[in-house]
């Protein structure tokens, strides 16, 4: 069998931010699209507040600290001393203008004094003075200090509001790609290795999790700040607006540049990532081979060299930000010399008030956070897409086999399971149990495996499948499971062709007991009873009894709610192998299928195994696929397949006697 061991996702990969992924994430979004809505809510508010601060700032130098004076005739031609002007129909201050009357310059109802001057005025009559705009700068702190409180429960609500569909997003992503997962074909599974899949439903899942709770607070914040900075720029002063927009472009043509760079490195880091899961977990599972040939070295250091691999795009990666960083910083920096030299020279000559720019100078710095932090964040993003891109390669993998879109036995809405697998074994239209019709099938290309075989099983007989190495005797059983379709011919139930016959109706017909007896990390109960309808304890006991299992059972600690290793690892062979007949007994099958299951045990074992075969076996029809011919010699018939054709069928008594390829098998066991 030809097997392709490229991961099936390397060599499909699209544009990063394909508009098709972005639509793929739609139907998870839409059941929490209120939180959403709730969470852009939040940071509308949010930019608002933030918008608020600087501006805050300004109308507090600029109406209480240091008052506006443009519009002002200048005093002896001079416009660089900024002056503060007084009411004169306020007593006090008319009193005030008269106890200093050099220090104060009248101007109709108003009188002004400079600023260098106030201090040359009594501490009393100084407070009395400015007593109005220290309870403006107070009223202001209050509120400045009122906005980060409100800016504190806000950010608290929107977090809590993204994490929440954040996490609920990916709990229902993670279940579907499982789901997915798990209906897909076995030849999927002989292809791609099982490391890069547990990194789709892990990694692949988390990195989309990231994206959720921190990318999209990120990016809708800063999108947000970014557009009111401009707005209330270009309200304050367009001019000065236009000086600190003329870097735009600068950063524009830098962050495309950086983008593009770090774009194939982020997909070589998943690649990388995914390709050391598989490794690791290919040398975990084959640990005792490493061990037994001494291959520990040679393991080490194909993964050294695959982990240098991903050191290298981990330093690459770091060195396109050590220098895009820096560059924004650079960019910020002039951007503020910009502002501080048109806008200070402004402000000297009195066209500019201090407070606007001091809040440009704020504005501008926060103008820069948003740039960085979407850097900052960029390989999230970056990590992410790549994420999303896998997983949804994963989803369009339609590598399945296809259910029936007209059912036989028809499906009636709201029957059961068992009410159908009762349907299905009433309704013979023949005596043929199972039947091959002139089946082809090659796993790869034109390499058939199977070639043109015929083979009918009648209901209640007992079929042996033999040959030699590699002449296609578990890929017919592969094929009576439906874990593969023919590519010609037909395999039919019963007179009805399996694909006409939904998946999980066919399989609960038959149990398939196969020489590597897989057992799930559980109790023998949960192992025997999983996927099988309800048994209850007396059937269990005489389940576990007719499988020799019961003195199995007796020496473990906990008996048959003893929890088993991954794997049942801490059993022998023979010892997994009854669990597995108990397995099946437990389903009740009407066709029950060995694949070589007593090949790998003990002689003791396996006549444990043979009393326990015997007992399934019973009104069910067998087919059992053997290397040691000594254990289907009292089937009804014996089929011997080589090359992928049937070569010869009879009896253990007329094989022999035609002393032709089974007579040659015989002879072969017998003499080793």
Known sequence: MQRDYGYFEEDHLAKPYDLRLLRGLFPYLRPYRFLFFLSVLF????????LALPYLTKVAIDRYIVQETRGQEPI?????HRRYRIDLRVGKNEKMVERYPDLFKVEGGHATIGYEDLAKLDRSDLSELRKGDVAGVARIAVIFLGIVVC???????NVLVLEYAGQSIMHDLRLRLFSHIQNLSVRFFSRNPIGRLVTRVTSDVQNMDEFFTSIITVLFNDVFVLLGIMVVLVVMNWKLALVCLTMLPVIVVTTVLFSRMARDVFRGLRIKIAQINSRIQESIDGISVI??????KKNFERFEKLNHENYVMGMRQINIFSVFMPVIEVLSSVTTALVVWYGGLRVLDDTLSLGVLVAFI???????RPIRDIAEKYNVMQSAMASCERIFLLFDCRDSIPEPREPYPPISSGGDLTGKRNDLQQQKTTDTAVAFERVWFAYEGDDWIIKDVSLAVREGETVAIVGPTGAGKSTLIHLLERFYDPNKGAVKMRGVDIRRIPTADLRTQMALITQDVFLFASTIRDNITAGNPPVSQERLDEIITGCNLDRVIRR???????VLTEGGRTLSSGERQLIAFARALARDPSILILDEATSSVDSATEKLIQDA???????RTGIVVAHRLSTIRHADRIVVVHGGRIREVGTHEELLARKGLYYQLYQWQAIA
Do not use: A, N, W
Not at 43 to 50: I, K, Q
């Open 362 to 368: 704020s504005y501008m710095r926060m103008f820069f």
């Open 151 to 157: 800016h504190f429960f806000f950010s608290f609500g």
């Open 291 to 296: 061990q037994l040939f001494s291959k520990e």
């Open 613 to 619: 075969t015997s007992r399934l076996m019973e009104g």
């Open 76 to 80: 002896d031609g001079d416009r660089q």
């Open 556 to 562: 473990l600690p906990e008996g048959i709610d003893t």
């Open 43 to 50: 940071v509308c508010v949010l930019t608002v507040l933030d």
